[in-house]
């Protein structure tokens, strides 16, 4: 069974500062996508990452693919209370349908 | 602008009712799943249909099934709704295609409470 393990669970900080959250598996995904959940509303996707070692950049957000395509990460620089929300990374299994298995989800609390 | 609507946002209903959550799509998409997201354990996946009347089952079917009549509804049903089951649903939808990487549409998700 594939899991993506996602840490940490919460997280709260303050305004300006950096933070880090970690997507990590023992399988290897095809391509693995990060979404943004609002209190209230479904998930939005931010960026889809499908090459190992890939780089992409969303504003002040970096999102990072392993070399290995087991695992991902998400940097924020200068966070702002608007960053608040569920992070949640999700690994696209197989071809059919493009289902997602996705990991726990981070809870980000930006604090002004 | 792309949609995905659920019938509704919360309902409350009482164990060993029969409960049908409604969800609409207005992108053409082929395919559609239906997820429950709990605390702590992220977004789990309940059903999925590639295609009209097609369906297979996610990671945890059990107490669910699905129906899917026409292209842009997706409908999930608890036979005899339970206490465990009480979580929020979430919808979405996707297109083909490259390499499975598509974008899920989510729809706002409805709060369900079994009492």
């Known amino acids: 069974t594939q899991l993506l393990e996602q840490s940490p669970q919460f997280l709260s900080i303050q305004e300006g500062e950096n933070l880090t959250v970690y997507c990590n598996s023992s399988s290897v995904f095809s391509s693995l996508q990060w979404y943004r959940q609002e209190p209230g509303e479904g998930p939005v996707l931010l960026v889809t990452?499908?090459?190992?070692?890939e780089v992409k950049k969303l504003k002040r957000l970096t999102f990072q693919f392993g070399d290995a395509r087991k695992d991902s990460s998400l940097h924020i620089t200068a966070a702002q209370p608007g960053d608040t929300g569920l992070y949640l990374c999700a690994g696209v299994r197989g071809w059919q349908g493009g289902k997602l298995i996705f990991g726990q989800g981070t809870e980000l609390s930006v604090k002004p | 602008d792309v949609k995905v609507t659920q019938s509704s946002r919360y309902l409350v209903k009482r164990t060993g009712e029969k409960v049908f959550l409604e969800c609409v799509q207005d992108m053409d998409h082929e395919n559609m799943f239906w997820y429950r997201q709990d605390p702590g354990l992220g977004l789990r996946l309940i059903y999925f249909s590639y295609d009209v009347k097609m369906k297979e089952k996610g990671d945890i079917p059990e107490g669910y099934s699905v129906s899917r009549e026409k292209k842009e509804r997706f409908s999930l049903i608890l036979e005899s709704a339970s206490t465990n089951q009480t979580s929020m649903y979430l919808c979405?939808?996707?297109?083909?295609?490259?390499?499975?990487?598509?974008?899920?549409?989510f729809g706002p998700g409805t709060r369900l409470t079994v009492l």
């Open positions: 979405a939808s996707s297109g083909q295609g490259l390499a499975g990487a598509n974008e899920q549409f």
């Open positions: 990452v499908v090459t190992g070692g």
